[in-house]
């Protein structure tokens, strides 16, 4: 049974950073088989794409309303992808969800995934 966990949520000021890591255990192949994303869900919204990357870290993908402000990358040797957070605004104020696919592809909108985090919460005050 694979199993993801997220660490490295908080409260932040606006206009501060976070990262996020979320470390893969479990899995019956190699890490760098998934595509691996973030998402966040706010109170009383829907679940939202953030950010993905690719296996081999060739291709990312961002929303835009993080763009420029989030960098998504991962360490395949240690089964780790993490989300770099700048310039942190209110609206950022999430649970944020780590998520696995096998393959090359990660629907976001639905999601479509093999594995989710159990969520790590970040809360950015003014």
């Known amino acids: 049974q694979a199993w993801l966990v997220e660490s490295g949520g908080g409260l932040v000021q606006v206009g501060g950073s976070l990262r996020l890591s979320c470390a893969a255990s479990g899995l019956t192949v190699g890490f760098g088989a998934f595509t691996m994303a973030w998402f966040r869900q706010a109170p009383g919204k829907v679940r939202e794409f953030v950010a993905l990357i690719g296996g081999t870290e060739a291709y990312t993908e961002y929303a835009e309303s993080v763009k420029g402000r989030f960098a998504i990358s991962r360490n395949n040797a240690e089964n780790t992808v993490y989300l770099q957070m700048n310039t942190l605004e209110p609206e950022d104020t999430a649970v944020y969800y780590c998520?696995?696919?096998?393959?090359?592809?990660?629907?976001?909108?639905?999601?479509?995934?093999?594995?989710w985090g159990p969520g790590t919460q970040v809360t950015v005050s003014s």
């Open positions: 998520a696995a696919r096998r393959g090359s592809t990660l629907k976001t909108s639905p999601p479509d995934v093999d594995y």
